[in-house]
């Protein structure tokens, strides 16, 4: 099989999908910028409007705080969205601006979505101990099923006789036809998150009622057992046990950790947890209490709004001041534990301390047994490790409010001191992701988990890009035109790398990615101005403004994207007399952003490498293991060329009694540890050879010929290809040019092709197989004599010597219409059958 040129080049246009590591702490790393600090603008949630100046408190250092996930559940495309671009903006502040960052993010392991999954799932264990007959664990499903239904899909019941397993679909489709076909509950407008929640609730009750009718309650049912057992049952349940609670949420951190490592996201460098801080969250609250801005009720602690905007300069509500009345946001940043606490004097005040009931976790406090309020998690922590005032503030758009103006309001309360206070400076809200026009949520079970993100449908790299291409303070909606526009530009980019290392190596033996200043080369030199380091220069003056104007990634994007096609022009344009050194420049620089944006996984700082992956990614790799495989391959194909009759050659032999290893010590002694790198001197060696044996075949015999020619395809599809190399064969005796390309995507692109060459045997195999078929049918009908057509034909009676029809069967003449048609088919047989004969003859 030959992967012809054409084809291969199809390979640079796949997607690069790089080898994922564990990820470790970052530390702030500082780099020299030109563009001024004080020229960044940033939006700023509690200014609206445009991006204003970015001033941190401490000049050259900046304090963070981000809301990290409350710990339930697996993580979503809709947290990638969130922590994937607030990643984006902490390496642009830190690897392209040279801020010192200092990241503090939470992780929620108490709340009331906590509480309620460890405590169902605990009495869903218990219960499933349990021994109960057939009829006994139907009548659990049954109350469970009309439970279910009672509380979140009314309309089924509207029907005054019993819901059950045998009459939901019907009554399903008769009360919700309308949403599951696409539609509102209202008829009008969109659907939104009320019609995803009502989905939600149908496709539970789907799954219970199949699992009913089979009388396999336990496991398909679980999700209307869940409620329906937590109903009766929850203030039975001790929680002076909290490994309940812990197990899960330490659990489920862990599961999140590792997501973030998966998609390159820095980790924070500070982790605070609210269950570490809850004696220092009741001191907290003590404090607002006795400074008169909170009141305790019931055992429970409120904050007072009407006493906080009393006090001179606050102001509540100042991220959604339009959302401060929206009663579902209040019982929302509430919990649905929280209903039925009481004794508040409005009904916006919110608790700072909840008392808790049976079947909750408690902490001490002085107004008894309860747990911290959602929103003080954060106010206490994040006041903790950062002080009384921040530079940032951050979390998904959807926490703006009450979450994020409660936390100000209970923090500014806690540090007044008569005078307004600044708590947090700028408040950053990340743009949620939404699918079929609602947002994308654990709650609404409307989403896809990142691990099965990255196993079915992106890479790290590709998500990032998706990101990348909008604003991150900008909602993003899922669509496949969104995911063509980022593989475009990551195949842009690949392909840039891979044939500007392409062009390197062939020019100087190498393409040293490990190392190199991309400001070497600038229009300050002794060498004419380049018409390419013009475009260069320029393109970093805009990327400077892009980043500055509050992180502007799809300005930033473009810049590359722009640069990488007038750099191609470039090269096309000059390939007889091409600057090289221009070109490696413009690589260089490009290598370096996309490192700062975290779209190489293997990269790091300063990021002075040549394309995706730099030497540091294979820094602790020995090299005589690094280059093994390539070494390999080098013996292997030498051991066969040597076995072939060649023809005589000095070329050819000093090519087989050439040694790399010579090569490949020098590049170890320059320090790099780039595999490719390594293994270069083995891949050129193999390049060379093949090159020289396949100019040999206009002088071998025809058997040697064909032996070279199969080992010639054997090493450039499958020998290298395994690999990770692609040698792109060149008209006009030009030598081969070595590109290195992720072997997975070679591989699967020689596969492709091999099945549609498949396919296209199979079915030319077929069409053989029909004309075969067609054609001994042909003879079989030729075989006839035209005398004998008719004859067996029972709608005539009489024929004439030649075998032509003369009666029809009820003795009548045939009509001279019908025996003109006649003789025109036995002229036909005739001519066939007189072929037949010559054909085949007496053996016929």
């Not at 993010?105 to 021994?131: G, S």
Request: with cysteine.
């Amino acid at each position: 099989m030959r992967v012809v040129a054409a084809f291969a080049r199809q390979l640079l246009i796949l997607p690069h999908r790089p080898v994922r590591r564990p990820f470790p702490v970052w530390r702030n790393t500082r780099f020299s910028h030109s563009f001024a600090m004080d020229s960044i603008r940033v939006h700023n949630s509690l200014k609206p409007g445009g991006p204003v100046p970015f001033v941190p408190i401490e000049k050259g250092k900046v304090s963070w705080y981000a809301c990290g996930p409350t710990v339930y559940d697996q993580s979503h495309l809709g947290h990638a969205r969130n922590y994937v671009s607030t990643d984006i903006i902490r390496r642009i502040l830190m690897h392209y601006f040279g801020f010192d960052v200092k990241f503090v993010m939470n992780f929620t392991d108490v709340d009331d979505k906590i509480i309620l999954r460890a405590r169902r799932n605990r009495l869903l264990e218990v219960e499933k101990k349990k021994q109960y007959s057939k009829d006994e664990i139907a009548k659990l499903g049954s109350d469970a099923f009309q439970a279910y239904a009672k509380s979140s899909l009314p309309l089924l019941l509207s029907d005054e006789s019993i819901l059950d397993a045998s009459n939901y679909n019907a009554r399903r489709d008769a009360a919700y036809g309308k949403v599951l076909a696409g539609g509102t509950l209202s008829g009008e407008g969109k659907p939104g998150d009320d019609e995803a929640k009502l989905k939600m609730h149908i496709s539970n009750m789907d799954a219970a009622a199949a699992a009913i009718s089979s009388g396999q309650v336990f496991g398909g049912a679980d999700e209307i057992l869940l409620p329906y057992l937590d109903s009766l049952y929850k203030e039975s349940v001790d929680t002076s046990d909290q490994s309940m609670f812990t197990d899960l949420t330490r659990f489920m951190e862990g599961e999140f950790t590792d997501d973030m490592d998966n998609l390159n996201v820095l980790r924070p460098d500070v982790v605070v947890r609210v269950t570490e801080y809850v004696p220092q969250i009741a001191k907290f609250v003590e404090t607002i209490v006795d400074k008169g801005f909170a009141y305790e009720a019931e055992g429970s602690v409120y904050f007072d709004i009407a006493a906080f905007e009393q006090s001179p300069g606050n102001k509540y509500a100042r991220l959604r001041p339009e959302s401060r009345n929206d009663k579902s946001l209040q019982e929302e940043g509430e919990g649905s534990l929280s209903k039925s606490l009481g004794g508040k004097r409005s009904p916006g005040d919110f608790a700072l301390w909840k008392k808790s009931k049976a079947g909750e976790p408690y902490w001490p406090s002085k107004w008894g047994n309860g747990r911290p309020g959602w929103h003080i998690e954060c106010s206490v922590m994040a006041s903790d490790v950062l002080g009384g005032q921040m530079d940032l503030h951050s979390g998904g758009i959807d926490l703006a409010f009450p979450h994020h103006d409660n936390e100000l309001a209970q923090s500014e309360a806690f540090y007044c001191e008569g005078h307004e206070h600044t708590w947090v400076n700028y408040f950053l809200h990340m743009g949620h992701l939404s699918i079929s026009g609602s947002k994308m949520s654990k709650s609404l079970k409307n989403f896809q988990t990142i691990k099965d993100a990255l196993a079915n449908t992106y890479t790290a790299r590709s998500m990032r890009i998706v990101f990348l291409l909008g604003r991150w303070n900008d909602g993003v909606e899922i669509s496949p035109d969104m995911r063509l526009q980022a593989d475009g530009w990551e195949s842009t980019v690949n392909n840039f790398f891979t044939n500007v290392k392409s062009l390197l190596i062939e020019a100087s033996g190498s393409a040293d990615t490990s190392s190199g200043d991309v400001n070497k080369l600038s229009l300050n030199g002794d060498k004419p101005q380049d018409a390419l380091l013009v475009e260069l220069e320029q393109a970093k003056k805009d990327m400077d403004l892009a980043m500055a104007n509050s992180f502007d990634t799809p300005a930033a994007m473009r810049v590359i994207s722009e640069l990488i096609r007038k750099t191609n022009v470039h090269i096309k344009d000059n390939a007889a007399a091409l600057d090289l050194s221009s070109v490696e420049a413009v690589a260089r620089w490009v290598t370096k952003i996309v490192g700062i944006l975290g779209l190489d996984a293997n990269a790091r700082p300063p990021y002075d490498g040549l394309g995706w992956a730099s030497s540091a990614a294979a820094a602790d790799v020995d090299p005589a293991t690094a280059v093994q495989p390539y070494k390999t391959v080098y013996e292997t194909v030498f051991a066969n060329a040597q076995k072939l009759d060649l023809p005589s050659s000095d070329v050819l032999k000093d090519l087989l009694a050439q040694n790399p290893t010579q090569d490949f010590d020098s590049i170890v002694a320059s320090g790099t540890r780039d595999p490719e790198q390594l293994g270069l001197p083995y891949v050129r060696a193999v390049s060379k050879l093949r090159d020289e044996l396949r100019k040999a075949t206009a002088s071998a015999s025809p058997d040697v010929k064909k032996a070279i020619l199969a080992l010639s395809d054997r090493i450039r599809d499958y020998d290298l290809t395994n690999l990770g190399v692609y040698l792109d064969d060149r008209p006009d005796g030009q030598p081969s040019l070595i590109k290195f390309v992720p072997a997975a995507e070679l591989i699967a692109a020689r596969d492709e092709k091999a099945a549609k060459d498949a396919e296209k045997a199979r079915a030319k195999e077929e069409a053989r197989l029909a004309r075969e078929k067609a054609e001994a049918e042909r003879w079989e009908k030729a075989k006839l004599a035209p005398e004998d057509m008719f004859k067996s034909d029972d709608r005539y009676s009489e024929w004439d010597g030649e075998g032509m029809p003369t009666k029809m069967k009820d003795g009548s003449e045939v009509p001279k219409s019908q025996l003109k048609k006649l003789k025109k088919d036995w002229d036909r047989q005739k001519k066939a059958h007189t072929e037949w004969k010559t054909k085949f003859g007496s053996s016929a």
